[in-house]
Every structure is written in structure tokens, then in C-alpha cells.
């Protein structure tokens, strides 16, 4: 049965599945910060009563296989990196170091050595010819030379418009994903807030200091 999720909708608990049929097409990693955002921000996921039961959604598809936790990438591996095994919901940190993978990810990364490569597109929608079981065919991808170029290719795209707040994440995932993550994408931000009974000292240092926290201008007009 599908799990159907309204905007409006509050929960004390969510399932895995959410996080894995909403995983947003750019990510080959979701940081754990970024997947507790989602539930303020994006209309595909449900308010939650305790912000701590992202911990236990994700500790159970851990457990089932759904899921991995995984850290910072060290000589090429994730440390540290847990699959289909029990995790405490509190060993699991919420924060821009420690992330999520798709159970796809996970299983490539733990197959034997010698066993044939997955390979991940760098850019949706993209297509190549795999090595041939058996071969000893090294595949190296560059999506920027191995692209072909045809006449009918822009070197350029512009858009400006104006997004309601509750369709930013929609905006991402349908719009900005298409570009590939490896693009050369610049964003200019504009905002514009004018709440009823206007903004407290306490609201508008909250904001600089979140701005701070992203690496961004805190200055606000």
C-alpha cells in the first residue's frame, strides 16, 4: 500500500520508504541535516510532533536494509559506514557530516573487489555504455568531454521568477537537479518577508546567525 503524506499532516513517527521515494535525484549522499530541513521546508514531507523520530526512521532502515549511515569519505571509503545491522537511534548524529545512501549505494559499495562497478550518473537523465561482464575494461567518465555536442545546444541558460516559499523544494528537485549537479550553476537569492507584527531582535539574529552558519552574507536590510 503507498504511503500518501499531506502537507498539513502531523506525525509522531515516519517510515523509511518516505525518505527513499522522496530522495531528491542530485544527492548520491543526503546529509542528515539536510534530510531533517526537508520536514520544515518541503510540502512532500509531514510536520513531525518530535524532531528526533527522523533519528529513529533512520536507525530502522539501517536495521532493514533500506538505508546506510555513513560519514566523511576517508581514502576513498565512508568511515564510518553501517548497513543491515542495528544502530542506537542515539548514534545517529544530526548534522552536515554524517549522511544517508540508498540501499543501491550501499550494496556497490560492499560488493566484493573484482565484481563489476556501478556506475553513477552525473547528471540526470544521462546514458552510457557499460563495461562488458568479463572485461577488463576500465571505464573513465567525464559528462562534460563526453557529452557530444550538437547545433542545437545552448551554452547558456538564464531564468528569473518569483517561487513561493512552500514550491522551494520542488523547484530543486524538478528544476535545478536537471542541470547536474557538476554544472556551473550560480543562484541569486532575493528575499522578501514582511510577517504580521514584524520581526523580533531574537528572529533577525536567529537568521544572521544561520546565514553565518551557510557561509553567507549575514547583512539584512
Avoid at 120 to 148: H, I, M
Amino acid at each position: 500500500m503507498n504511503e500518501l503524506v499531506h502537507v498539513d499532516e502531523i506525525q509522531s513517527g515516519i517510515s523509511p520508504n518516505l525518505l527513499v521515494r522522496n530522495w531528491p535525484p542530485a544527492f548520491r549522499e543526503w546529509s542528515t541535516k539536510a534530510v531533517r530541513d526537508a520536514f520544515f521546508a518541503s510540502p512532500l514531507f509531514p510536520r513531525l510532533l518530535n524532531p528526533d523520530a527522523i533519528k529513529e526512521t533512520i536507525a530502522r532502515g539501517v536495521s532493514n536494509g533500506q538505508l546506510a549511515y555513513v560519514g566523511k569519505t576517508v581514502g576513498g571509503k565512508y568511515l564510518p559506514f553501517s548497513f543491515e545491522r542495528t544502530i542506537n537511534t542515539a548514534d545517529i548524529e544530526i548534522s552536515e557530516e554524517m549522511f544517508i545512501v540508498s540501499k543501491e549505494t550501499a550494496q556497490d559499495l560492499t560488493k566484493p573487489e573484482g565484481s563489476a562497478p556501478t556506475l553513477f550518473p552525473a547528471e540526470v537523465g544521462d546514458t552510457r555504455e557499460l563495461p562488458k561482464p568479463g572485461t577488463d575494461q576500465t571505464t573513465t567518465y567525464d559528462s562534460a568531454k563526453s557529452r557530444p555536442q550538437t547545433s542545437q545546444q545552448k551554452s547558456e541558460l538564464t531564468w528569473a521568477g518569483k517561487i513561493p516559499s512552500q514550491k522551494w523544494m520542488n523547484f530543486y528537485t524538478k528544476v535545478l537537479t536537471k542541470l547536474g549537479v557538476t554544472s556551473d550553476l550560480t543562484l541569486t537569492v532575493k528575499v522578501e518577508c514582511r510577517p504580521e507584527g514584524g520581526l523580533s531582535p531574537q528572529k533577525m539574529e536567529e537568521i544572521k546567525s544561520a546565514l553565518r552558519e551557510l557561509g553567507l552574507d549575514d547583512r539584512i536590510d
